[in-house]
């Protein structure tokens, strides 16, 4: 799928779902049959070569193979090859495409294969990249926050396991890998674990099968959660304890970025209610459980300084992590501690770069080529299941929204969930941009709004991740995926499932506003979306507009200014408080459905003229007020119809539409759309184009 990150690329390869083990097969055949390989780094600091190369050469033996394999142009592949045996310098980044995968491993040793053969690892500006999406995914594995190892880069093998037993002096240490995430959920389900503890992570909406994960909840009989949020779907999911956790900007502590740098986070806001850091919920309860000498922390420090020791513990530079150099830092050196490197060693500063000339942690030291399977996906498309669903994020959401869902600026943008479709799929399928569409899996069901888009690719579907039972009604994205697994790292296939897709029709649209949060009716299709000064939810539904009018009287009290034409499908309605809105519904036919972004302005602006209440419910609204559109820059809230302004005036850059607006001038994570504005407009300057890509 074409996204934003793709359209400043020399190179765009859309190739087939779970094909790039065949893509990166067929790299490491070409760099050998053409006098590529570093042959000394592959004899000198690696094993494995040989079968590795074998395979790959059954998988994709040459370009028009490996074309096949991907679904690629030919010419495509050879131009990619070229470009990578070409280049000395290469990193190749990845992240969800290829590890959320049931080939998922594969596919990263495939890739990590050709570095191998390159000698391109360890070298500025050459390496495989993984890019870990959470801000501390890295300190997370650090600490041992997987169920397949123990704390510092220690696995169950049973001098680890000795080791950490040691240090921790606990007898009853776990002595073998536990459950990763979905079979987790899977013995949840069965009846197989009874109590479980759910800290920092949202399951009922980010696991796959996500309907069958919040109904195994139900079965537990003890399920803890500690949270920053009063509610989520996993704590409506029957959550027995609520533990209120501080949250980012609240709490102290480091976390660990993809480059190994740990870097201090420092609170600098007040703790609210009775919220506590976890790493003190954790020690309080076992205290609780009779482990309290074990857990007599008094600060983040106090933890740091034993993770630090852990990690220098027995280590004589056999585990990469070990940062020994840290472990007696006094309160105040952790407080100003600066961003480090690890390895910090007690001997010696940070390393800058690992694996430059070898010395990988295995035990002879040499990096290990692994040949991969043949790609396959575990399921297949049927008369039944036409399509695949891919699903992912969008630029302006976090995860399950937790946060990002609170912000105004943020939920400007891209407000409703959606499903993207390719043309030639929407017309196949009776689907029209801006309609609604019903996705089906064998697993769930979603309503969302249709986005018809070229970037997609055909016969596949994209949604976003982002949208749950919390925020809108019929979006929990994770209930449609297949909880197929990868058999190493378990990352479930979530960018493939077998789909169906077809038309759903309403008859009205529209939008609430309110000062509070309200209920919407069982029958109506909403979506909540954070707006300035209260709440706002986007709505549609076929329930007839009288049985909306006493809804509406009866969540707003008071008294009402309304406009009915019944007959013609439209009915609008305000109660205000002093000159201001206090609650509103539009609701009509798609294209009279009332401009959500005029009266969302008019709703934060709070007092309104007398001028502006008397249009607010006449359909016209925005005189004197011009809709700025969907906003495009969340930093500077500037509007679509703003920037296509600009263009029409002159702005044939992403660079000038900046000057003239400020949009794209601050995280710039926007500036592909304003390009993208640009091409649409068609008045896009070709010697600018050119310019950029040089550059
Ligand atoms: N705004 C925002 N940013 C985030 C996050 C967020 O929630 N919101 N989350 C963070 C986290 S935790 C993570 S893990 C990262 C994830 O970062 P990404 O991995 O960039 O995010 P995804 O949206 O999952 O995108 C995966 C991309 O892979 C493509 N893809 C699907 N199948 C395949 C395939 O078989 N092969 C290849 N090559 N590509 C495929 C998809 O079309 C999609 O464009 O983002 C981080 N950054
Ligand atoms: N279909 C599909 N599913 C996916 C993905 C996909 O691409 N497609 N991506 C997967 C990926 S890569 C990821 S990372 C996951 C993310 O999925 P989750 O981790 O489930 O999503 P978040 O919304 O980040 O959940 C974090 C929760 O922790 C709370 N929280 C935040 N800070 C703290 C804290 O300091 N302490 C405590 N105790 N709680 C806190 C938040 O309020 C929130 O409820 O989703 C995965 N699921
Ligand atoms: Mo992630």
């Not at 790299?27 to 590529?36: K, T």
């Not at 009779?290 to 990690?311: K, N």
């Not at 030639?424 to 996705?439: E, I, N, P, Q």
Request: glycine share 10%.
């Amino acid at each position: 799928r074409k996204t934003d990150t793709s359209e400043d690329a020399d190179l765009f390869l859309g190739l087939k779902p779970g094909t790039d083990t065949a893509l990166f097969s067929g790299l490491l055949v070409h760099l050998a049959d053409n006098g590529f390989l570093d042959r000394d780094y592959v004899e000198h600091h690696t094993s494995g070569f040989d079968e590795a190369l074998v395979r790959a050469r059954s998988i994709a033996g040459g370009v028009a193979a490996t074309a096949l394999a991907t679904g690629l142009a030919e010419q495509d592949v050879a131009a990619f090859f070229q470009m990578f045996a070409a280049t000395a310098r290469v990193v190749t980044l990845y992240s969800q495409g290829v590890n959320q995968s049931a080939q998922g491993t594969d596919k990263v040793n495939a890739i990590i294969n050709c570095h191998f053969a390159t000698g391109r690892i360890g070298k500025i500006g050459a390496s495989p990249f993984s890019l870990t999406g959470q801000p501390n995914a890295m300190g997370g594995r650090e600490v041992g926050g997987l169920s397949n190892q123990l704390a510092a880069h220690m696995s169950f093998t049973p001098p680890d396991i000795d080791r950490v037993r040691r240090f921790w002096k606990a007898p009853r240490i776990a002595t073998h890998e536990g459950l990763k995430a979905v079979q987790l959920f899977e013995a949840i389900g069965r009846g197989e674990i009874k109590a479980l503890w759910v800290m920092g992570t949202n399951p009922a909406v980010s696991l796959p099968d996500a309907d069958a994960a919040r109904s195994a909840l139900k079965k537990l009989e003890l399920f803890v959660i500690s949270e920053n949020v009063l509610s989520n779907d996993t704590v409506s999911a029957g959550a027995h304890v609520l533990l209120p956790a501080l949250a980012w900007g609240e709490k102290s502590g480091t976390v660990t970025n993809s480059e190994r740098r740990i870097s201090r986070q420092r609170a600098f806001l007040p703790v609210p209610g009775e919220a506590r850091p976890d790493w003190w919920i954790v020690s309080e309860v076992a205290k609780r459980l009779g482990f309290g000498p074990a857990f007599e922390y008094g600060s983040a420090a106090a933890i740091f300084r034993e993770h630090a020791s852990l990690s220098a513990f027995e280590n004589d530079g056999s585990r990469d992590f070990d940062i020994g150099g840290l472990s007696e830092l006094s309160d105040e050196a952790f407080d100003t501690m600066a961003p480090v490197l690890w390895p910090h060693r007690s001997d010696e500063a940070g390393q800058p770069r690992f694996f430059a000339g070898g010395e990988f942690f295995t035990g002879d030291r040499k990096g290990r080529f692994v040949a991969p399977e043949r790609p396959v996906l575990r399921t297949e498309i049927n008369e039944g299941r036409p399509l695949r669903l891919n699903t992912g994020r969008i630029r302006d959401q976090w995860h399950t929204m937790t946060r990002t869902g609170t912000s105004p600026r943020l939920g400007a943008h891209l407000p409703e969930p959606f499903v993207e479709v390719h043309p030639d799929d929407a017309v196949r399928h009776g689907l029209a941009d801006g309609s609604f569409a019903r996705v089906t899996t064998d697993h769930g069901q979603c309503t969302l709004k249709v986005v018809v888009s070229a970037r997609q690719q055909r016969g596949m579907l994209f949604a976003p991740i982002h949208w749950s039972e919390a925020n809108a009604s019929a979006a929990r994205v994770g209930a449609l995926v297949a909880p197929v697994t990868d058999a190493f790292s378990g990352q479930p296939e979530s960018k493939a499932t077998p789909a169906s897709i077809a038309p759903y029709d309403y008859v009205f649209r529209g939008f609430v506003l309110s000062r509070t949060p309200l209920k919407l009716p069982d029958h109506a299709w909403w979506a909540r979306a954070a707006v300035s000064g209260g709440s706002g939810y986007l709505i549609a539904d076929n329930a007839d507009l009288n049985g909306w009018s006493s809804w509406l009287h009866a969540v707003a009290g008071g008294e009402l200014a309304e406009y009915d034409d019944f007959g013609g499908g439209v009915y609008r309605a305000a109660s205000f408080t002093g000159e201001a809105i206090e609650t509103c519904l539009f609701l009509g036919p798609a294209q009279d459905a009332g401009d959500w972004d005029v009266v969302k302005e008019l709703f934060a602006a709070g007092p309104l003229t007398d001028d502006q209440r008397r249009m607010l419910l006449s359909g016209k609204p925005a005189q004197g007020l011009a809709s700025a559109g969907p906003v495009v820059c969340a930093c500077f809230g500037v509007g679509r119809n703003a920037i296509c302004d600009a263009i029409a005036a002159g702005a044939r850059s992403a660079t000038e539409i900046g000057v003239r607006l400020k949009a794209g001038t601050n995280c710039g994570s926007c500036i592909p759309e304003l390009k993208r504005l640009i091409v649409e407009s068609g008045t896009a300057d070709p010697d600018h184009g050119k310019l950029v890509a040089a550059s």
